[in-house]
């Protein structure tokens, strides 16, 4: 019997992503009647990563879907780094292209630092640009990352509130865990919260994460946090995407997040699912940063 009384709420984000694509196709249509401008993005992909493709493949998929142009620049592996530099700034020139993107990992041969900073501001629809990320952290965001902006949007969408809440986040990657914070503690749309960030080097994270009103989690540990990790009516985004092995799945593996789903639920106010939860926000807003750089460049 369940113990816990609250009714848990399942944070999908395939709603919220349905929400937000719904007014850029009115934003996208304005722009292609109104200016004569289709939204672009140039990709880049360094190698044959497997994840990488796919998402790449699904990033095409969905802007062609909103009638959007995306274009992939396929390099070999053994890209030197002042070719991949060349080709940046030939698209940072280009008044057709709105977006760029370095898909990531790159290479352990090349600068990942260097490459993303090569990037126009302007044109930096992943936030990964310092410039963008100073942008942030002065509480004027103009390109936010990608996933952070997608949990921003999730939790503006079913009114999870922040405002005064302890948030803790589990992660300090410049993708994730460092402008999460940056969103979180400032006094934006959803934020003026009271930020705790946990990483390898804390200690005792039980004694942080009990305290949280709202947990994000990106550790990129299969199914890291339980249910005795966690206090009664925690709003929960979980960020990670695992692959285990389960013989009793036909594909023999099985894909989960950073938290104990099951262990986890029924003491949680919500939570995100894996799949289904943050993954789709991710290309979503990679599609709305690419708008707003169109409609920037008018």
């Known amino acids: 019997m369940n113990k816990f009384f609250f009714n848990t709420i399942l944070l999908k984000g ?167 914070y940056g969103l979180l503690a400032q006094n934006l749309r959803k934020g003026n919260a009271t930020v705790t960030m946990c990483h390898t080097g804390t200690k005792d994270l039980s004694y942080f994460t009990k305290q949280a009103d709202l947990l994000i989690i990106a550790a990129g540990i299969p199914e890291f946090i339980k249910g005795d990790m966690i206090s009664e009516g925690t709003h929960i985004i979980d960020v990670g995407i695992n692959r285990v092995n389960d013989a009793s799945e036909k594909k023999g593996y099985k894909i989960v997040g950073d938290v104990d789903f099951f262990d986890c639920f029924d003491k949680s106010a919500s939570i995100t699912p894996v799949p289904g939860g943050v993954g789709p926000m991710t290309i979503t807003m990679l599609l709305s940063n690419t708008v707003t750089s169109a409609k920037n460049s008018i």
């Open 14 to 180: 395939s709603n919220v992503s349905n929400h937000i694509r719904k007014n850029l196709t009115l934003q996208i249509n304005e722009l292609k009647k109104t200016y004569n401008i289709t939204p672009k993005l140039s990709a880049i992909l360094v190698g044959d990563n497997p994840a990488s493709q796919l998402y790449i493949k699904s990033k095409e998929k969905a802007f062609k879907k909103m009638d959007c142009i995306s274009e992939t620049h396929n390099l070999p592996i053994n890209t030197t780094e002042s070719n991949l530099i060349e080709l940046i700034k030939g698209l940072n020139n280009d008044n057709s292209v709105h977006g760029i993107l370095v898909q990531l990992p790159l290479p352990k041969s090349l600068d990942s630092k260097k490459i993303l900073h090569s990037i126009s501001p302007e044109k930096d629809v992943d936030g990964f640009h310092p410039m963008n990320i100073g942008y942030l952290y002065q509480g004027e965001p103009k390109y936010v990352p990608c996933t952070p902006g997608g949990i921003i949007e999730i939790l503006d969408f079913y009114d999870i509130p922040t405002e005064r809440c302890h948030a803790v986040i589990v992660g300090r990657s410049n993708i994730v865990g460092k402008p999460m």
